[in-house]
């Protein structure tokens, strides 16, 4: 699959997660529409594209996954960090 137009950055995933993932212009207009919020939660966030954005214009930002190898591989995409595991 070609990622480039959908990210601008190198995400970590298999191709179900690139497959579920927010385009990248995408989520930065909703976390756009979101930012007078201060925290917002993503479930089933995959690797975390959304969430990410969301971090970029509000306080707190949370996503959760349940699936292992997503978690994985969002705490390898660039400016996401994950907290918790568990």
Same mark, same amino acid.
């Given at each position: 699959?070609?990622?480039?137009?959908?990210? !601008?950055?190198?995400?970590?995933?298999?191709?179900?997660?690139?497959?579920?993932?927010?385009?990248?212009?995408?989520?930065?207009?909703?976390?756009?529409? #979101? !930012?007078?919020?201060? !925290?917002? &939660?993503? #479930?089933?966030?995959? @690797?975390?594209?959304? &969430? @990410?954005? #969301?971090?970029?214009?509000?306080?707190?930002?949370?996503?959760?996954? #349940?699936?292992?190898? =997503?978690? @994985?591989?969002?705490?390898?995409?660039?400016?996401?960090? @994950?907290? =918790?595991?568990?």
């Amino acid at each position: 699959m070609n990622t480039s137009k959908k990210f !601008s950055k190198g995400i970590h995933a298999d191709p179900d997660g690139y497959y579920m993932s927010i385009p990248e212009v995408a989520s930065i207009h909703i976390a756009q529409q #979101l !930012s007078s919020y201060k !925290s917002a &939660v993503e #479930l089933c966030s995959a @690797v975390g594209m959304m &969430v @990410v954005q #969301l971090a970029k214009f509000m306080p707190m930002a949370y996503g959760v996954e #349940l699936d292992k190898q =997503r978690v @994985v591989d969002a705490q390898k995409t660039p400016s996401y960090t @994950v907290w =918790r595991i568990g």
